[in-house]
């Protein structure tokens, strides 16, 4: 992908191109989306050789694990876990604590990008759905964004009426995850469902309006370290948006310098790749402190 010469979009390159960008020098090298996807293999991967050959590196899935005996656990899973059962175990209250703090600094939806299985999938869905559309084959059905918040409430009102963590039920994450580490199961079949609604009924259908765990973590992300950073290179082409899994983050910035405070923000890099003023970056807000 060289966004250098010409108006580029992830859309308009070819699906294993996005994996490499070019310099201004002209140079081609490993793109954000290389590493995003290779982060999220490495991540699984531990888990499934920590089951397989007793690596005790990353024991469980992503909904709970250790981290060479640090607990980490699933934000929403504790919620739930309280409103299902009223008490929290320690272990559980240090696993969640750590991961709040890990996504504090890092993004709170980082988490989608760069550790999430699913993103993966949604990744290949939307490219899909994205063809399909530009043939004219289907319509592309969207919906009010700020749905995922009367979901996130959902869920936890069912864990509390029902006692029982009943979003695990269909968590594409949490079965995703189970799958990597302990091998296929039925409960697969609700993942492919949910990929063939995103390829043929509306991109990215669950990260954008339903998640619950993607809808946590963005709470964190408004108040999280890193950041994108628009600076005034910005001609205003408007690239960055097209490729944005929450286009309403960077629409609604005015021109001068700005940072996106927005915890929607995965920290995907895709605007950064396409942005041929380079205007965006990833900052911290730490640079400020120093
Ligand atoms: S929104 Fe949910 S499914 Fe999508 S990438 Fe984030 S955690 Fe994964
Ligand atoms: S603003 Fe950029 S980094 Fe954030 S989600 Fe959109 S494309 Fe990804």
């Not at 007793?54 to 934000?75: N, V």
Request: net charge positive; hydrophobic share 45%.
């Amino acid at each position: 992908m060289n966004k250098y010469k010409a108006y580029a979009s992830i859309d308009k390159t070819r699906f294993f191109d996005t994996f490499i960008t070019t310099n201004k020098n002209g140079k081609k090298r490993l793109g954000i989306r290389f590493y995003r996807w290779f982060s999220i293999f490495c991540i699984n991967f531990l888990f499934f050789l920590s089951y397989r050959i007793d690596l005790q590196a990353l024991e469980g899935t992503l909904s709970g694990s250790r981290f060479f005996g640090f607990h980490l656990i699933d934000p929403f899973i504790s919620m739930q876990m309280f409103l299902a059962h009223h008490n929290l175990h320690v272990n559980l209250i240090i696993g969640t604590v750590t991961i709040l703090a890990f996504y504090l600094i890092m993004g709170g939806r980082a988490f989608c990008s760069w550790v999430c299985p699913y993103n993966i999938l949604g990744e290949i869905s939307e490219r899909l759905h994205k063809i399909l559309v530009e043939k004219k084959i289907i319509r592309s059905y969207k919906f009010n964004h700020k749905i995922k918040y009367v979901f996130w409430v959902f869920f936890l009102f069912l864990a509390f009426f029902a006692g029982y963590l009943v979003f695990e039920i269909i968590n594409p994450v949490g079965i995703l995850s189970r799958a990597i580490v302990y091998g296929w199961s039925f409960a697969l079949l609700i993942v492919t469902v949910l990929f063939l609604v995103e390829v043929f009924f509306a991109q990215r259908f669950w990260c954008r309006y339903i998640c619950p765990i993607g809808t946590t973590y963005s709470f964190l992300g408004w108040i999280s370290v890193m950041k994108i950073k628009r600076t005034n290179e910005c001609d205003r082409c408007n690239a960055c948006s097209k490729v944005c899994l929450v286009p309403h983050v960077l629409k609604k910035q005015d021109k001068k310098e700005i940072t996106i405070i927005s915890g929607e923000c995965t920290l995907c890099g895709r605007c950064i790749e396409v942005c041929h003023k380079d205007a965006l970056i990833f900052d911290t807000k730490l640079k400020k402190l120093i």
